[in-house]
């Protein structure tokens, strides 16, 4: 399993005001008690796919690294 440091993942501007706190703490409450059913996704150059809430849950946990995958996305369709 991949794993990334959070603080090493761009985040696109835009997408830091699209996550809902309740299901934040919803998230957060379940990796405590299950972990980590999916690991995040992100570009070869460390941009974030997806798994906003999930990286915010892990912050929430006190957790500075979170498990990951790679896309590779065309150009053309970039983040």
Request: hydrophobic share 40%.
């Amino acid at each position: 399993m991949n794993i990334i440091k959070i603080s090493e993942i761009k985040i696109n501007g835009r997408a830091r005001r699209l996550t809902d706190d309740n299901k934040v703490r919803e998230l957060a409450n379940s990796i405590k008690e299950i972990g980590l059913l999916n690991p995040i996704t992100i570009t070869s150059d460390k941009k974030l796919v997806a798994g906003l809430h999930r990286i915010k849950a892990f912050q929430l946990l006190n957790r500075e690294e979170i498990p990951y995958s790679i896309i590779e996305i065309q150009d053309s369709l970039r983040i």
